[in-house]
T-cell receptor, first 112, second 112 residues
Framework: DAGITQSPRHKVTETGTPVTLRCHQT?????MYWYRQDPEHGLRLIHY???????DKGEVSDGYSVSRSKTEDFLLTLESATSSQTSVYFC???????????FGPGTRLTVL | GNSVTQMEGPVTLSEEAFLTINCTYT??????LFWYVQYPGEGLQLLLK?????DKGSNKGFEATYRKETTSFHLEKGSVQVSDSAVYFC???????????FGSGTKLNVKP
């Protein structure tokens, strides 16, 4: 499972509140990703990181920010959550010099 | 731009039936192509991949061939089992493996 954990696993919050999701890996992989999964869209890339303090936007980055201050942690922040951000969020790592990703178990976020 | 289109589900089959899940893609450059599987309550797992035209990926009885001329990567299995019931995602990566694009997923139900 490439040593990926996500926290929290479930969260219910209210519109307008800030939310931070954490992805933690134990194997010092350089590349980390945040996706959201929605039934009608499948998985869509939010942001990704290619090293400490190095991040870039994906397809659906509006309303989300990320930070990576150390190799093992990649944080996803919703500055002011909206109901449209209700989703399941997956973190993934990619092995360097390969095209293979490994996914974490997911975080189910509900914004009321 | 890059995108993946896969057949809508759910697909319902009897055990030992032949499976095909269609996937077509649009891409610039020379993408790698993937099939991922997701079991209930879990993250995605890599099922198979192909990195260049005419490559065949295979794993656990599943196969898919990278067809550049038809921009397709259809998933096939000769005899499905109840344990194959899951959601299957087709995906591609850009040439640098930095960004990944997923289809919307196809749910497979296999009945005994």
């Amino acid at each position: 499972d490439a040593g990926i954990t996500q926290s929290p696993r479930h969260k219910v919050t209210e519109t307008g509140t800030p939310v931070t999701l954490r992805c933690h890996q134990t194997e010092n992989h350089r590349y980390m990703y945040w996706y959201r999964q929605d039934p009608e869209h499948g998985l869509r890339l939010i942001h990704y990181s290619y090293g400490v303090k190095d991040t870039d936007k994906g397809e659906v980055s509006d309303g989300y920010s990320v930070s990576r201050s150390k190799t093992e942690d990649f944080l996803l922040t919703l500055e002011s959550a909206t109901s449209s951000q209700t989703s399941v969020y997956f973190c993934a790592i990619r092995l360097a010099d390969t095209d293979t990703q490994y996914f974490g178990p997911g975080t189910r976020l509900t914004v009321l | 731009g890059n995108s993946v289109t896969q057949m809508e589900g759910p697909v319902t089959l009897s055990e030992e039936a032949f499976l095909t899940i269609n996937c077509t893609y649009t891409a610039t450059g020379y993408p790698s192509l993937f099939w991922y599987v997701q079991y209930p309550g879990e993250g995605l797992q890599l099922l198979l991949k192909a990195t260049k035209a005419d490559d065949k990926g295979s794993n656990k009885g599943f196969e898919a061939t990278y067809r550049k001329e038809t921009t397709s990567f259809h998933l096939e299995k000769g005899s499905v089992q109840v344990s194959d019931s899951a959601v299957y995602f087709c995906a591609l990566s850009d040439s640098n493996f930095n960004k990944f694009y997923f289809g919307s997923g196809t749910k497979l139900n296999v009945k005994p």
